[in-house]
């Protein structure tokens, strides 16, 4: 099993291009639906607290998959396999072509990559939106974080997407504090 979980992150990192966020639907897409180690509700979790946690969160969701399917061993070999292909697809670029991106072919080679990027990244989004519950601080927090995302990208405004992650936190928290405020209110009163 150690050895299954560490060749389907091999391939997962092998064949996938553009970072984590294109890696997610590849992930989601092999270890919920094809292998079912982990459920979708456990995905969107994973991939929720891999991108709040330090690292790259395609390294952070195989750790979380290889750890629940065979504990410390599984999470090595799911971390191995999804960062070897790269790092020796890099190395081996680094150490053969001084001037890679100059090649005519692979140029135009990464300029298709991406935008299979871009619809990777779309196709992981559009199912987790698809999945989520549809409550109303949910839509509003997704409809204002977009909009934000919309305006930071067009007027090329300097703003980390990690400080609209922190707001979109904070609203939430701000949120759950106050209900749990009013319901303990209302568990008092007789």
Same mark, same amino acid.
């Given at each position: 099993m150690i050895l299954t979980i560490f060749l389907t992150f091999a391939k997962i990192g =092998? *064949?996938?291009?553009?970072?984590?966020? +294109?890696m997610i639907s590849i992930i989601e897409n092999i270890c919920v639906e094809q292998k079912k180690w982990i459920s979708h509700d456990e995905m969107m979790n994973v991939t929720v607290i891999a991108e %709040?946690? /330090?690292?790259? $969160?395609a390294i952070n969701c195989a750790t979380f998959v290889g750890?629940?399917?065979?504990? $410390?061993?599984?999470? $090595? +070999?799911?971390?191995?396999? @999804?960062?070897? /292909? %790269? *790092?020796i697809i890099i190395y081996l670029i680094s150490v053969f072509w001084d001037n890679f991106l100059e090649i +005519?072919? @692979? +140029?135009?080679a990464f300029k298709g990559i991406r935008i299979a990027v871009g619809i990777l990244i779309l196709d992981a989004g $559009?199912? #987790? *939106?698809?999945? #989520?519950e549809k409550k109303a601080l949910q839509c509003f927090i997704l409809g204002c974080s977009f909009t934000a #995302? !919309? =305006?930071?990208?067009?007027f090329a405004w300097n703003f980390s997407s990690i400080f609209l992650m922190l707001i979109a936190a904070g609203?939430? !928290?701000?949120?759950?504090l106050i209900r749990g405020e009013s319901s303990q209110?209302?568990?008092?009163e007789p």
């Open positions: =092998l *064949f996938t291009f553009g970072g984590g966020y +294109a %709040s946690t /330090p690292g790259p $969160i750890y629940k399917q065979k504990g $410390i061993g599984g999470a $090595i +070999a799911a971390t191995l396999g @999804v960062v070897l /292909p %790269s *790092f +005519a072919w @692979v +140029a135009n $559009i199912k #987790m *939106f698809l999945k #989520m #995302m !919309l =305006l930071i990208s067009f609203v939430s !928290l701000f949120t759950f209110k209302g568990g008092e």
